[in-house]
Nanobody, 121 residues
């Protein structure tokens, strides 16, 4: 499985960005989770948001809830991250990830990772 992100960049505080990610290599219709993580300079990578491909349920970390929205193009294994009202603390490398877990989306279940896209606020 391969994941490719796009859409990062630099934006002023209060602005918006939209990230995209496409997964390839899943051989059949799979109930998996896809999510976004970020790593700020000097800090550990942290989960930001996830979506369960099967039912579309979503989860957001407290730091982004109400500002970020994850969505999916289920048929094409694509996920999007709409980021609004960006803050300087949102700066970091954003990684798209996916798992093989049909039952849920715990942060430690992700096994496939993209190379990341930089977001600077």
């Amino acid at each position: 499985v391969q994941l490719v992100e796009s859409g990062g960049g630099s934006v002023q505080a209060g602005g918006s960005l939209r990230l995209s990610c496409v997964a390839s290599g899943y051989t059949s219709s799979r109930r998996i989770c896809m999510g976004w993580f970020r790593q700020a300079p000097g800090k550990e990578r942290q989960g930001v948001t996830s979506i369960y491909r099967g039912g579309g349920s979503t989860y957001y970390s407290d730091s982004v809830r109400g500002r970020f929205t994850i969505s999916q193009d289920r048929a094409n294994y694509r996920v999007y991250l709409q980021m609004n009202n960006l803050k300087p603390e949102d700066t970091g490398m954003y990684y798209c990830a996916s798992n093989n877990n049909p039952y849920g989306c715990p942060w430690d279940s992700y096994v496939y990772w993209g190379q990341g896209t930089q977001v600077t606020v």
